[in-house]
């Protein structure tokens, strides 16, 4: 259930689904933001209990509440580098956004029914990713990734984007921005 929105039954806590927002995280976009649960148009147009969940990938991610189905994936609230979904190899390569530290990482987003939007936080920030092999039968000790993952913080420096933050107002029954307010620093809070 890595990455994933996980509905459990209330009285006997069994699992009702669960949606798995980044398949095969090599890249560390576990989902550190709350669900928030709202009520969303569904592909059809009919109105239907939702949960959201912004994550470090930087797409808000809408499913249906009831059955855990994907209604909509949002355009992405931070930057994204051409390689942002390239599996690490053993050397550093090309510098990579969002990256751990970025896209909505640990902020909670907010929810209006007036306005339709949710509300959500973002990071740019570029990371170097790494891969190394790692035997299975004989791990490094205290080795817990199998790579290295440097963050870039002066942009100019390492040919990359500087740090910077978004407050972005998405639409739930688009997934569309609605509008953007961009900041010199990571929206991180």
């Known amino acids: 259930y890595t990455d994933s929105i996980v509905a459990l039954h209330a009285k006997d806590g069994t699992l009702a689904w669960w949606y798995q927002e980044v398949k095969h995280d090599v890249w560390d976009y576990d989902s550190t933001s709350p669900v928030v649960f709202l009520d969303a148009k569904d592909q059809s147009g009919k109105v239907v209990p939702a949960a959201a969940e912004a994550n470090k990938d930087g797409l808000l991610y809408i499913v249906n509440r009831q059955t855990g189905t994907l209604i909509r994936a949002s355009d992405p609230f931070v930057l994204e580098s051409a390689n942002k979904w390239t599996v690490p190899t053993a050397s550093l390569g090309e510098p990579h956004y969002p990256s751990a530290s970025g896209g909505a990482n640990w902020s909670p987003p907010a929810f209006s029914p007036l306005t339709r939007k949710v509300y959500v936080m973002g990071a740019n920030v570029a990371w ?6 790692i035997d299975p039968n004989n791990p490094p000790p205290g ?8 963050v870039l913080l002066d942009g100019k420096a390492n040919n990359t984007i500087e740090p910077s933050g978004t407050l972005s107002a998405i639409d739930v029954d688009t997934g569309k921005i609605g509008w953007q307010y961009k900041s010199d620093f990571p929206m991180i809070g």
Do not use: C, E, H, S
């Open 128 to 133: 170097q990713l790494d891969a190394k092999p």
């Open 143 to 150: 080795q817990w990734i199998g790579g290295d993952m440097r």
